[in-house]
């Protein structure tokens, strides 16, 4: 039965609420209040806690300036304290100028002080002072002459090789830095800033009376301490974004400043300097800073400890930190800090902007989904109702198309409810899968961005670290060419291209991360000379203890075998980590290398009797390891004992090294006591290599001069000018005209213009990079045959594959080693070198090259000589040295015929040091 169609239409309510007005008006006013409250709060913390943090910035900056000054300052007061307490103590003969001022010049070239200076009682006097265009020089004013000074231009050891001119007026009684000592009788700075006699820059002076031991007054010590080092150290600290420092006397005159280039002005006719009142600086920001310190506390003398305070300058607010910095010999001064407080607030009111942009967006979303909801809640109400009303009338099947708010009382329909309720449940649970598959590809999005900025930032650190160590390595081998380069500094040269080959081994290593990671380092074993090798690792690390000032004692076995399988760079790796640990923990004491050949019978279960087990042990006298520490050491990333030493590693060392060994067939082990000391060790199989010196060429002793033909014309096309000039210093020598270009451009002119012999080009260039220019030159016909040689610090197998295939015709590695160029160079350009034999390679020496070392050195007795002639016969070079350290020891000026030896030793050149003392002993019977 159909009820009449009128009786299913509802009346008409006069007026009502609309059930969407009461569904979207209290919750979007919930979401903005709760929106807005949270970001109002969070703008109230942020601001707080930068002021602490600015606080806190202003504090640490100015502990550390006041700290660094103090630091400099005490430099002066400590060299002179070596004269005043020699001289009290008897320990130093004021009358013996020459050693006076040899002791001068020693404190001086140590870059202890720049100047120092004794005026005697009897008016006699010695300057020594670092200046900028003659190097070091002393002024002496012997009492005989007065007033007349004389002025010499010192050598690298000291000694005087230059008389300068002569000063007709001087006499040391009559300056203020004398009297003012002489009067004070303690240690006394100047009262002011003046400008050196002959470094034209602004200094103090710190004189300190001399007394003997029964305070008889002798003279006074002087030294000048250059103001400009703390200007320099003012303008490279960084104080926030745009903060300032800068230092004034209680006078309120500028001492240093982190900004205003000259603090002081300077009139060099007059030989005058004026200091600069601060309230009257060129800087807008010191001018203000001072004033608004004066308006607080009205005078300078009245700041005895540290303050804080601010003031608006520009509508900006500045804040300032301002302290003390004082020491025992009249020092007082105000340091000041001052920092924008933009500095600090610009990402608290990007933050404010953001919040605001939140609470509109917020409030807009919220908005929508308020009338999204509450269409979605009344539609079903009105499809119920409008079912409800079908089956009232026998109409089962029908769809529900409620809509309306005036028949809530439809809602019973318990069976609709529930249909609806499930569905809802259905949509919502696929939203959620669908979300959850969103952020899976969000965080898979992440990683893959992540992983890809680690290998770019890898490859980037890779081409900016080599570039500089391509200049470092480059020059080392220059130097090492040389022929007027004297032995000692020679070693030096070759200490500086192992210290700079270790750098480049941890490059390599870092690049290798994703190796170490995987478990997957490689070995290339390859013959070398075992006894070099191992003496190269212990000068790298006697450099670090001396730096400590702890003693470093390398104790290899007489049985080391002298040629060895291994690989170089990895068992250099091990020991270089295992001794810069030590060095590191170690304060006081020394650290020891030992390296030993086990016993033969340990290895009769071996079939290869070429085998050799060798041990490797570090000792030190040390900070120890902590029992519950040891297991950790071997960890990737994990660092113990102080947090200070912690902050000088990666963590990396030792469990990469732990790697290796292990690799080997070893095992690295630890035995240590804290306060102790501690001790590490491994055993390795090593072949043993009985044709080392055929595959090492560093040892054939030739040095080449050049090659044979018609000149060769090679181009350099690079942006940095330190590596083109490396290739330039290194094949110019030899014969080779060289042609340069700073990028591809260019180069493709110069290809064009005189079609070199070779091209060596970078990869990374501006304007046209090596790929291009590659292109350029292999699309052209009449450029195709050109060798180009593709010389890169981006050392990835993908892009020395990639520059090949583009039509390089050969890779050089950067930083450039010297042997791989020259085979490239006879490679493409099909030379024959020729040498010149070195004096590595005179064996025995020549009589007078033996007469060459030994001109100007005092030799010891024949008894002596014939002693040092057997152990060199016997080969027994270690026990050589030992003999020869003790005649030093005992007869210091035996020191120029003991650097001749040793350095032989030091090369394994027994022979030369046999033929050497053979000569000597010619000489030393025929004085007798």
Avoid at 485 to 507: A, D, F, N, W, Y
Wanted: glycine content about 6%; overall charge neutral; charged content about 20%.
């Amino acid at each position: 039965m159909t009820l009449p169609a009128k009786s299913l239409a509802p009346a008409k309510p006069k007026s009502k609420l609309s059930l969407r007005t009461l569904l979207i008006v209290p919750f979007v006013l919930q979401i903005f209040v709760a929106v807005g409250l949270t970001g109002y709060i969070s703008l109230r913390n942020g601001q707080k806690a930068v002021n602490d943090v600015a606080s806190q910035l202003r504090h640490e900056m100015s502990d550390r300036l006041n700290l660094q000054v103090l630091n400099y300052l005490k430099e002066p007061y400590i060299a002179g304290q070596v004269i005043v307490a020699a001289a009290q103590e008897s320990q130093l003969d004021l009358t013996d100028i020459t050693k006076l001022e040899r002791t001068l010049w020693r404190l001086v070239s140590q870059n202890t002080v720049e100047h120092m200076q004794i005026g005697m009682a009897d008016g006699t006097s010695i300057t020594v002072e670092d200046t900028f265009n003659d190097g070091i020089v002393s002024r002496v004013g012997y009492k005989a002459n007065l007033p007349q000074r004389l002025f010499y231009k010192l050598s690298d050891q000291g000694q005087r090789i230059a008389l300068l001119k002569t000063q007709a007026e001087f006499d040391p009684r009559d300056r203020h830095w004398y009297e003012a000592a002489q009067e004070a009788g303690k240690t006394t700075w100047t009262s002011k800033p003046y400008i050196g006699n002959t470094v034209k820059t602004a200094s103090i002076a710190l004189s300190q009376p001399i007394y003997d031991g029964d305070r008889t007054f002798l003279g006074v010590q002087s030294s000048t301490f250059r103001i400009a080092k703390i200007h320099q150290f003012l303008s490279e600290l960084k104080v926030g974004q745009t903060g300032q420092t800068f230092i004034i006397d209680r006078s309120g005159n500028l001492i240093a400043s982190s900004t205003i280039k000259e603090p002081f002005l300077i009139d060099l006719k007059k030989q005058k300097l004026q200091q600069i009142p601060a309230v009257k600086a060129e800087s807008a920001v010191i001018r203000g800073t001072v004033q608004a310190i004066l308006d607080r506390f009205g005078n300078f003398t009245a700041i005895q400890q540290s303050q804080q305070l601010d003031f608006r300058l520009a509508d900006q607010r500045q804040l300032i930190q301002v302290s003390a910095i004082r020491d025992e010999h009249g020092i007082d001064w105000l340091s000041v800090v001052v920092v924008p407080e933009s500095d600090f607030m610009a990402q608290i009111n990007a933050n404010t902007r953001t919040t605001i942009l939140l609470c509109l967006g917020a409030l807009a979303v919220t908005t929508a989904l308020g009338l999204l909801t509450s269409r979605w809640i009344t539609k079903p109400i009105l499809q119920l109702q409008k079912a409800s009303q079908a089956i009232s009338s026998g109409h089962l099947d029908q769809t529900v198309q409620v809509r309306g708010i005036h028949e809530l009382e439809s809602l019973a329909d318990s069976f609709n409810q529930m249909a609806g309720q499930l569905q809802g449940s259905f949509m919502e649970l696929e939203t959620r899968v669908e979300a959850r598959t969103a952020e899976l590809k969000a965080a898979k999005l992440v990683a893959d961005g992540a992983n890809q900025a680690k290998s770019e930032f890898l490859a980037n650190m890779s081409h900016e670290l080599r570039t500089p160590l391509n200049g470092i390595l480059g020059y080392a081998q220059i130097l090492n060419r040389s022929k007027v380069l004297p032995m000692k500094e020679r070693h030096g040269v070759e200490i500086i291209h192992q210290c700079s080959s270790h750098l480049l081994t941890l490059i390599n290593d870092v690049l290798d991360l994703s190796k170490i990671e995987a478990r997957k380092l490689d070995f290339a074993p390859k013959a070398i000379h075992f006894p070099s090798f191992l003496q190269g690792v212990a000068e790298i690390c006697r450099i670090r203890a001396d730096q400590k000032g702890i003693d470093f004692l390398y104790d290899p076995d007489p049985q080391l075998p002298e040629g060895l399988f291994a690989d170089e760079k990895r068992l250099r790796q091990v020991l270089l980590n295992l001794l810069g640990n030590a060095i590191k923990f170690t304060d006081i004491g020394s650290v020891q290398l030992k390296v030993t050949v086990m016993e033969n019978a340990e290895m009769e279960h071996h079939a290869n009797p070429s085998m050799r087990r060798i041990k490797f042990q570090v000792e030190d006298t040390g900070v120890g390891i902590a029992p519950d520490q040891v297991d950790k050491i071997f960890q990737a990333f994990e660092q113990v004992g102080e947090r200070q030493r912690q902050a000088e590693g990666t963590g990396l060392g030792l469990a990469i090294s732990q790697r290796i060994v292990q690799l080997l067939n070893g095992q690295i082990q630890v035995k240590s006591q804290p306060g102790v000391g501690s001790a590490f060790w491994f055993e390795v199989e090593l072949t043993i290599a009985t044709d080392w010196a055929q595959q090492n060429s560093l040892t054939t002793g030739k040095q080449m001069i050049g090659y044979k033909g018609q000149r060769r014309s090679i181009l350099v096309v690079d942006d940095r000018w330190e590596n083109r000039a490396v290739l330039v210093n290194l094949l110019e020598p030899l014969g080779f005209q060289l042609t340069e270009a700073e990028n591809g451009q260019i180069g493709l002119e110069k290809i064009r213009q005189s079609q070199p012999d070779l091209v060596i080009t970078d990869l990374a260039m501006p304007v046209m990079n090596g790929f291009e220019l590659l292109k350029q030159v292999r699309g052209a016909k009449d450029l195709q045959h050109q060798k180009i040689i593709v010389s890169s610090a981006s050392v990835a197998q993908a892009d020395q594959q990639m520059s090949l295939d583009v039509g390089g015709d050969d890779f050089l590695a950067k930083p450039v080693e010297v042997s791989e160029l020259f085979k490239l160079l006879a490679t493409h350009l099909n030379l024959e070198w020729t040498y010149e034999m070195t004096a590595a390679s005179d064996s025995p020496l020549s009589p007078t090259t033996a007469l060459q070392y030994s001109e100007g050195t005092m030799l010891p007795s024949a008894v002596e000589l014939k002693t040092l002639l057997d152990l060199a016969q016997k080969g027994n070079l270690k026990r050589l040295r030992e003999h020869i350290e003790q005649l030093v020891h005992s007869n210091p000026r035996y020191a120029g015929f003991a650097a001749q030896v040793l350095q032989l030793a030091k090369q394994f050149k027994a022979e030369e040091i046999e033929a050497l003392l053979q000569q000597y002993l010619i000489e030393e019977k025929a004085h007798v």
